[in-house]
Every structure is written in structure tokens, then in C-alpha cells.
């Protein structure tokens, strides 16, 4: 895989290359009015201006898109499009009052109907349908839906949004990812509107919708001005909804008091789907993008892609796009050259040492630089560096040697001794082996 060399943006790059590909016309007006407005680790939501139309920007264009950002970015994104606010009066009513940005729309594809349900979500489908009738009203409050990445965590999130603003489009809901209200946090702390932005979340908002409550981990501040926030809201029976990748006991680095508030409601997690339903949703996804795919080449993708729904569906966008670049219909050599060249049947030969080490220090909150230091540094630092070698092992082609030196020059009976411990760990405590299990399979998602 490419990585950029240069340090533009991944859309700057991405935008030339377009460039290059398309007619001038096409790109003037497919491409340029077109911007980034929300960007996570898998994730780049383009913002569509209302005179475009999304759909046919999407059949024509997106695969392309994906494509070229993917090779400036280096790594598998997943690009969204979202409709922006049509005018600029209504995108000034939207903004949101913390950082200017407008409020981020529900994606509307995200909905029940669009939602196919396994018995690996069928719990966690009927709870957030529950929820969505009746907001507040449930004992499921807080309601929080926990899984591995590309499960659908976030597609049923948004689609209790969604649901709810059809029933009655003046409630108000917030949509936020622990992320971003962290950097709204941080944001009114610079400019001394904490007050405001506690208000905002306490009285502007009916429905609250938090992804990836993970990410709040380690940042305590915002941590208690969102248990503030979610007691205030739980108090006058607003409904809260969140989302993370662990069942609340096994959330590290949040509060307890927090994690416990967690717990009030119901929890109910995803589990990545089975054959029959990975089948389902291929089929789905096929007669949404009008894809002409035979039962054969639809079986071989689900026996070969036994992976979360988000490759799933980058799948099926590559044969989409290999296809019409090749001007050919969609054939089982062409989808079999799909699986072996994107290597989506065997994600964890693709995980670079920098994802390893990301992952870890996220995990157990830690600087990345730490880890591969020299010095020993904290106990949390040790153990992250151990698990970090040990991934890297267990993921990589990389010698025992090759690892050692990755890690400030450490040497080869080191790293030995660093894998053993891990397996030992594992060995003991199976909720350290299901955290490493669930590393693994962040990582290997990561393509
Ligand atoms: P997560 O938030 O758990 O990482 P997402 O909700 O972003 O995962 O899902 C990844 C992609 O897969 C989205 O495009 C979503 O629409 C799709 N998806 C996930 N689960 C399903 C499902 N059960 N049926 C249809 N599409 C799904
Ligand atoms: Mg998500």
C-alpha cells in the first residue's frame, strides 16, 4: 500500500489525483464543492452541497473518491457523504454553538429498514427500536450498545436519531462522538463558555446520542463534565444512548462513578455477524448500489470476508468500482482477485507496526512515544510495550530482532520473554485474553 510521502492532507492529495483522473467539467462539478467536515480513524464525512445530487455523486463518484483517498491516506477509510445544510441562513441556524461547525446531520441511510438483522444484533436491534419509540420512556436509560469496530454500533445509534426526528421533527437531538465532545469541552474551556456549553447539552437536547464513549477514556475533565451532563438529562427523563467498543466493567481508564451510571439502564452488545447473516447484508448492500451479482459470487464474498460489515461493504464497493474501471461485469474471477489483492481474507497481514503501537497506547493510555523509548518507564508503559511486542509477533512478519529494535533497541531475549508474559496473562485471566482478542480484531479491521 502507497503511503504519501509528502505532508499534504489526504483530501488535498486526494483532490489532485481526482484531478488528474477526471474531465475538468466533471471535477468542477462532482468534486470541488465538496468538504471535509468530520474526520475519525476509519471515517471521512464529505459534506454535499444541496444542489448536488447525492445519490448519483454516490453511484458515479465515491468509489473513485475512496480510492484515491485511500491512496494518499495510506490505510482503508470508509467516506461519507452528507448533505449540508441548504442554505447559509439554516447552516447558521444549525451551527453548533461551541465550535462553529454546523451540527452534524444523521446520516439518513442509517436506519431500522436499512439495518439487517442477525441473531448476532437481533438484542441490541430490538432494544434501540424500543428506545426509539419511546425516548425516555423505557427502562433502558441509559441505553448503551457495546461492540467491535464496523458492527453497526454507530448505524443503530443514528438510526434511533433518525426514527425519532420522523416521528417528531422538532425534537432535539444531538448526535456526538466522545471525540468531538471532548474537543467542544476543551474548546469552552479556551474560551470560558463552559457554562454554555453544559446549558446547551442540558437544555437544548432531548435525545443524546454518544459514540464511542472509549474515547473519553483518560480525559477526566471531560469525563465529569459529561457525568454532569448525563445526570442532569437522566434527571428530567431525556433518553441517553451510547456506544462503545466494551461492556462497561471492562472500559479502562473511565471513572467508576461514570461507568456505574453506564450500567442503570441495559447493555447490549453486537457480535460480529454469522455466515447466513453476513450473506443477508451482501445481498442487501448489492440491491442498494443496483449491483448486478450472481448467488455464486454473493456466497463466495461471505464464506471469504469473515470480517465486521464495515469491509464487508468496501468489498462490494471495490467490485463495483474494479468493474466499471474494467468495463466488465462483475465475475468470480474478478471478485476472487478483489479478496486476494485487498488481502480482506487475511486483514492481519496488512497491520503495520505504527497501527500496533497506536492501538496500544490507546488502550492503555499511554504515549506512543513512551513505549518504544529506551527506559522501562511506568508499569502501564511495561505492560503496553509487552502487549505492543507481542501483537507485532502474533500480526507482522517482523523477526524477534526486527521487533527488539523497534522497541529502543531492545534485544531479541527480551522480546521473548515480553511474548511469553503476554501468553501467560492470557492464559490466566480471560478478560485480558478478551481484551487482546478484541485489539487484535481492531487492528486486523484496520486493513
Ligand atoms: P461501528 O460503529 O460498530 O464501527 P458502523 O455502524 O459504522 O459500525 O457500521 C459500519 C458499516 O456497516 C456502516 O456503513 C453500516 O451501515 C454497515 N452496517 C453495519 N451493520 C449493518 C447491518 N446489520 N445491516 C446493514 N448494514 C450494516
Ligand atoms: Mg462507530
Known sequence: MMSSTTSLHP???????????????VYAQWILPLKVFDLSEFQVSLAVPANLDMDQLGRMYLGLIEHCYQEANGREVRIQLRRMPSTVASSM????????????????????????????????????????????GTKFNPLLIYGGVGLGKTHLLQAIGNFVVGENPRKKIRYVTSEAFYREFVES?????????SNYYRNEVDLLLMDDVQFMSGKDRTQEEFF?????????????????????GELKGLEDRLVSRFQWGLFVDIQPPDRETREAILRRKAVALNLDISDDIIGFLAEAIDSNIRVIEGAIRQLLLQASIKHSDITME??????????????????????????VANYFVVEVDKIIEQGRGTKEVAQARQLAMFLMKELTSASLK???????????STVVHAIKTIEKAMEKDDSFKKSVDAIMGKLSARG
Open 11 to 25: 483530501w488535498t492529495a486526494c483532490l489532485t489525483s481526482l484531478k488528474e483522473k477526471l474531465s475538468e467539467d
Open 189 to 197: 474551556i479556551q474560551h470560558n463558555r463552559i457554562n454554555e456549553l
Open 334 to 359: 474478478l471478485a476472487k482477485e478483489i479478496v486476494n489483492r485487498t488481502g480482506l481474507n487475511r486483514p492481519s497481514k496488512k497491520v503495520t507496526p505504527e497501527d500496533i503501537t497506536t492501538v
Open 93 to 136: 441556524g444549525n451551527a453548533h454553538p461551541f465550535t462553529g461547525m454546523p451540527v452534524i446531520d444523521l446520516n439518513p441511510n442509517y436506519t431500522f429498514e436499512e439495518f439487517v438483522v442477525g441473531s448476532n444484533s437481533q438484542f441490541a436491534y430490538s432494544a434501540a427500536l424500543a428506545v426509539a419509540k419511546d425516548p425516555g
Open 402 to 412: 526486527t521487533i527488539g529494535q523497534r522497541f529502543g533497541g531492545r534485544d531479541h
Open 228 to 248: 454532569h451532563i448525563f445526570n442532569s438529562l437522566h434527571q428530567s427523563r431525556k433518553q441517553i444512548v451510547l456506544t462503545s467498543d466494551a461492556p462497561p
